[in-house]
T-cell receptor, first 114, second 117 residues
Framework: DGGITQSPKYLFRKEGQNVTLSCEQN?????MYWYRQDPGQGLRLIYY???????QKGDIAEGYSVSREKKESFPLTVTSAQKNPTAFYLC?????????????FGPGTRLTVL | AQKVTQAQTEISVVEKEDVTLDCVYE???????LFWYKQPPSGELVFLIR??????QNEISGRYSWNFQKSTSSFNFTITASQVVDSAVYFC??????????????FGPGTRLSVLP
């Protein structure tokens, strides 16, 4: 079955640690995205990538980093510089990355900083 | 700048009632796309519908229907004969049609729907 997988489902981190969230897709989509969701709020874009080895900052990129070495994979690192990282993180992909393309989402990773 | 408003934070209905979720958007573009997503308790966003700004026909899919009115900048979503499985957070989203990429997606804050048995 084609889809987007994210791991782990739950992640706990101590303050000062970097953590990496995994996102993999087998939809053969060119574009991938990372969003952050806080309680009672909509989704905010962290980073997006149109093609391999290229990515752009979204609205709230500070304290996060990404890489896109393979078309299928778009991992997100939450660094110690992110002041309030506790949130639900959603990965998405779209066919060509055009503004009009539908984005499809993975199941999400819930990150908690202890 | 584009913006999506979902004024209803939470709605509770009893099973089999009809319910309408409101979505009002702002954009200066004449070409844009509107989306609805469902987020069940599991967390994954499920795509429901995509509609472009030139197609104002109402859409019906089973118990779901959508009413797009450009005159009021609204794209409302109605669930007929609601069921407990419809309980979720529903997001409306707007994307302006430009030559650049998906960073133009803007989501509303969501409406939490609870369908009680």
């Amino acid at each position: 079955d084609g889809g987007i997988t994210q791991s782990p489902k739950y992640l706990f981190r101590k303050e000062g640690q970097n953590v990496t969230l995994s996102c993999e897709q087998n939809l053969n989509h060119d574009a991938m995205y990372w969003y952050r969701q806080d309680p009672g709020q909509g989704l905010r874009l962290i980073y997006y990538s149109q093609i391999v080895n290229d990515f752009q900052k979204g609205d709230i990129a500070e304290g996060y980093s990404v890489s896109r070495e393979k078309k299928e994979s778009f991992p997100l690192t939450v660094t110690s510089a992110q002041k309030n990282p506790t949130a639900f993180y959603l990965c998405a992909s779209s066919l060509r990355g055009r503004s009009t393309d539908t984005q499809y989402f993975g199941p999400g990773t819930r990150l908690t900083v202890l | 700048a584009q913006k999506v408003t979902q004024a209803q934070t939470e709605i509770s209905v009893v099973e089999k009632e009809d319910v309408t979720l409101d979505c009002v958007y702002e954009t200066r573009d004449t070409t844009y796309y509107l989306f609805w997503y469902k987020q069940p308790p599991s967390g994954e966003l499920v795509f429901l519908i995509r509609r472009n700004s030139f197609d104002e026909q109402n859409e019906i899919s089973g118990r779901y229907s959508w009413n797009f009115q450009k005159s009021t900048s609204s794209f409302n979503f109605t669930i007929t004969a609601s069921q407990v499985v419809d309980s979720a957070v529903y997001f409306c989203a707007l994307s302006e049609a430009r030559d650049n990429y998906g960073q133009n997606f803007v989501f509303g804050p969501g409406t939490r729907l609870s369908v009680l048995p």
